[in-house]
T-cell receptor, first 116, second 110 residues
Framework: SQTIHQWPATLVQPVGSPLSLECTVEGTSNPNLYWYRQAAGRGLQLLFYSVGIGQISSEVPQNLSASRPQDRQFILSSKKLLLSDSGFYLC???????????????FGEGSRLTVL | SQQGEEDPQALSIQEGENATMNCSYKTSINNLQWYRQNSGRGLVHLILIRSNEREKHSGRLRVTLDTSKKSSSLLITASRAADTASYFCVFKTSYDKVIFGPGTSLSVIP
């Protein structure tokens, strides 16, 4: 079976500090990978998605970046955090096969980032 | 905006009552899904309805889709306190984008 791990679960960082959130998927190959951000009491905003190693698409311009160094590893980074980066970050994966890809997403448990 | 809209934003009901949440969207879709999120947790997929389907059931869940009105509804029958969560409609567009609605916060009072 497939599992997704995301860490750290919570993070408190000062403004201007760097960020690294990690996500790994087990039990499948070549998944589509996603990073979402959820502001308090709001829906999810797609930040980045990846269809393969080194292939990253950005949905929203900001001071965040994403990387996919390995097939099942997805990293969200920032060189200098802003107050507005606070939120709940969710990693997700979906099947890569276009015909079988209904768009169903499988989510990690999330990382709550507080920037002070 | 390609974002979906959901109503109500918040819903509070007594245990045993039915809960109905609605979702509208603006673009052509391949399918529409509903997800549930417990407070501070990841999202869990509940049910998927394809664009050529009108109604689907799964346990106490019933989803309808009206593509002419670009709307969907999620009905939870005989609600339980454990159903308290946020519910999101999510639609996959014809261009393979997956878009989330803002969600409905459901509180089921024991």
């Amino acid at each position: 079976s497939q599992t997704i791990h995301q860490w750290p679960a919570t993070l408190v960082q000062p403004v201007g500090s760097p960020l690294s959130l990690e996500c790994t998927v087990e039990g499948t190959s070549n998944p589509n990978l996603y990073w979402y951000r959820q502001a308090a009491g709001r829906g999810l905003q797609l930040l980045f998605y990846s269809v393969g190693i080194g292939q990253i698409s950005s949905e929203v311009p900001q001071n965040l970046s994403a990387s996919r160094p390995q097939d099942r590893q997805f990293i969200l980074s920032s060189k200098k955090l802003l107050l507005s980066d606070s939120g709940f970050y969710l990693c997700a994966w979906s099947w890569w096969l276009a015909g079988a890809n209904t768009g169903e997403l499988f989510f990690g448990e999330g990382s709550r980032l507080t920037v002070l | 905006s390609q974002q979906g809209e959901e109503d109500p934003q918040a819903l509070s009901i007594q245990e045993g009552e039915n809960a109905t949440m609605n979702c509208s969207y603006k673009t052509s879709i391949n399918n529409l899904q509903w997800y549930r999120q417990n407070s501070g947790r990841g999202l869990v997929h509940l049910i998927l309805i394809r664009s050529n389907e009108r109604e689907k059931h799964s346990g106490r869940l019933r989803v309808t889709l009206d593509t002419s009105k670009k709307s969907s509804s999620l009905l939870i029958t005989a609600s339980r306190a454990a159903d308290t969560a946020s519910y999101f409609c999510v639609f996959k567009t014809s261009y393979d984008k997956v878009i989330f609605g803002p969600g409905t916060s459901l509180s089921v009072i024991p």
